[in-house]
């Protein structure tokens, strides 16, 4: 059980806008520790795709964007297309646990 | 390109020990502190272990503690894992992550290896 929560799934057409929340506490996110998302396609290693809360690296389309308020984070996908469909992990850091934290992940669906 | 490369992955009984390697290139590796993430099969990250570029400051997740050593050689441009005690619950896709210099006040990775795998069974 994660201490930043994620919802197991999110679903949508080609072409539609889906958010995927990440959801913390006072110790985490909302102890101003940035967020970070990544994407992992299936079968291969997690790609960084948000750092510092809304930062894209370089080569990561504008359709991907990050925000972050409070205890909570999202990431926003905007005209989805098939090869989005992955899983996405946020991550922080936790200062009770003294750890990096990785959400539960969420898998994309594009219908 | 940045390439990270793991290795020394297997079967292990549940009480062995394993030393998973991780070897770099394509960056001044010294520069750079180095993690060590995990995930069991068809489950979510976990992260492990970190270390400062220069060894002197390690980290670890509960779960790990006082059975994992991370460890770095600068000279030889590899980033170690020393597991023991292994039990089931540490069966796991090892990836060895690096960390860029922009994320200063929570750490964050712009490069993952492939994984090596680690079956803890009887």
């Known amino acids: 059980q994660s201490v930043v929560t994620q919802p197991p799934s999110v679903s949508g057409a080609p072409g539609q806008t889906v958010t995927i929340s990440c959801t913390g506490t006072?110790?985490?996110?909302?102890?101003?520790?940035?967020v970070q998302w990544y994407q992992q396609l299936p079968g291969t290693a997690p790609k960084p795709l948000i750092y510092?809360?809304?930062n894209r690296p370089s080569g990561v389309p504008d359709r991907f964007s990050g925000s972050k308020s409070g205890t909570s984070a999202s990431l926003a996908i905007t005209g989805l297309q098939a090869e989005d469909e992955a899983d996405y992990y946020c991550?922080?850091?936790?200062?009770?646990?003294?750890?990096?934290?990785f959400g539960g992940g969420t898998k994309l669906t594009v219908l | 390109e940045v390439q990270l490369v793991e290795s020394g992955g297997g079967l292990v009984q549940p009480g062995g020990s394993l030393r998973l390697s991780c070897a770099a290139s394509?960056?001044?590796?010294?520069?750079?502190?180095m993690t060590w993430v995990r995930q069991a099969p068809g489950k979510g990250l976990e992260w492990v272990a970190a270390?400062?570029?220069?060894?002197?400051?390690?980290y670890y997740a509960d779960s790990v503690k006082g059975r994992f050593t991370i460890s770095r050689d600068n000279s030889m441009n590899t980033l170690y894992l020393q597991m023991s005690s292994l039990r089931a619950e540490d069966t796991a896709l090892y990836y060895c992550?690096?960390?860029?210099?922009?994320?200063?006040?929570?750490?964050?990775?712009?490069?993952w290896g492939q994984g090596t795998l680690v079956t803890v069974s009887s």
């Open positions: 992550v690096k960390h860029p210099l922009y994320c200063t006040t929570t750490p964050c990775y712009d490069w």
């Open positions: 394509g960056f001044i590796f010294s520069t750079y502190a």
């Open positions: 270390i400062s570029n220069v060894p002197g400051s390690m």
């Open positions: 006072n110790s985490n996110i909302g102890a101003g520790y940035d």
């Open positions: 510092g809360n809304n």
């Open positions: 991550q922080s850091y936790d200062n009770s646990l003294s750890a990096v934290v």
